[in-house]
């Protein structure tokens, strides 16, 4: 028998570290395997200090097409048919709770259709570039379903309230060159161009203090749910840990001494 390729792609780049969805058939449509190897991949990527940006992106002509349906169906006729909350609470929130928390960088690739909870996958990551063929679907409705994995979270902090409830009740595609008019991506570039825009982006993340971008990450998300007050007050919090770091000495060095400063990301 031909060995099966595997659901999902582990390259490493120098540090950066890409997660490629893989079952371009299907339009990376997540099903157990892949959800368990991606919950596994965002874990390990997270605990890997020499890991210092994350790419997720898709093979072949989609980005993820969201819960895989017919693996639904299948389940709903077997003996025991799957219950989705529980299914989101193992398998999805996991994963995105770990993508919103882990302090470096993650960059979106979305190569093509965003779909359901794929289209979540992407909101979740930190930075979203996008080929010009890629599209956005709050597919959820579509089969009767409410946003979930954290769409409704994400999308209206992304793109303002009424333009997710729009998205959210029609389930219409919203392309890539819209999708930047709206706030939802932070570049669009040509389909073939998208690796190289990828790398350059994920490269130059990588070469940048680490801890202090972890830091920024958390300061912002904590600001999602917090007073003036407290949030400035955080930040003091967080700026003696940055200043500790070995990075914040030597850009600091490196400024004074007019050269480019050697981040190691601690
Ligand atoms: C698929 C899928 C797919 C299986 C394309 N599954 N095969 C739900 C439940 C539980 C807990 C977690 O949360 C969720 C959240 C969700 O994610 S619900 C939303 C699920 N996703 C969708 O409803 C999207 C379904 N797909 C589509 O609407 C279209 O395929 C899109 C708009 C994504 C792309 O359209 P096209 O470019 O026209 O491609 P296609 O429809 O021809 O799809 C290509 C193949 O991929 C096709 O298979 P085939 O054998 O006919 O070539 C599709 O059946 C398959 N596929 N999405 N989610």
């Not at 709903?76 to 770990?98: A, Q």
Request: hydrophobic share 45%.
């Amino acid at each position: 028998m031909p060995e099966m390729p595997a659901k999902l792609l582990i390259e490493n780049d120098g540090a950066v570290r890409t997660l490629r969805l893989n079952r371009p058939e299907s339009l990376n449509a997540l099903d157990d395997d892949l959800l368990k190897a991606l919950g596994r991949a965002v874990a390990d990527a997270d605990k890997d200090n020499a890991v210092r940006c994350v790419v997720v992106t898709g093979a072949g002509r989609g980005f993820c097409s969201g819960q895989d349906l017919a693996d639904v169906a299948a389940r709903y006729k077997s003996s025991e048919p799957i219950e989705l909350g529980s299914h989101l609470r193992e398998r999805y929130n996991p994963i995105i709770t770990r993508l919103r928390t882990m302090e470096k960088p993650i960059i979106a690739s979305v190569n093509g259709v965003a779909a359901g909870a794929g289209c979540s996958l992407a909101l979740a990551c930190d930075i979203r570039i996008a080929a010009e063929s890629a599209s956005f679907i709050e597919a959820f409705v579509n089969v009767g379903l409410v946003p979930d994995s954290g769409s409704t979270f994400i999308l209206p902090r992304l793109v303002g309230v009424a333009r997710a409830m729009e998205m959210a009740f029609t389930g219409r595609k919203v392309t890539a060159a819209e999708a930047l008019q709206i706030g939802l991506v932070n570049q669009v570039v040509p389909d073939d161009q998208l690796a190289a825009a990828t790398k350059k982006l994920a490269d130059k993340l990588a070469g940048l203090p680490t801890r202090a971008i972890g830091l920024a990450k958390r300061a912002i998300n904590a600001a999602w749910h917090a007073d003036l007050e407290t949030q400035l007050d955080y930040e003091a919090m967080l700026q003696t840990t940055a200043g500790q770091t070995h990075d914040h000495r030597e850009g600091v060095t490196a400024f004074l001494e007019k050269r480019p400063a050697q981040f190691r990301g601690d």
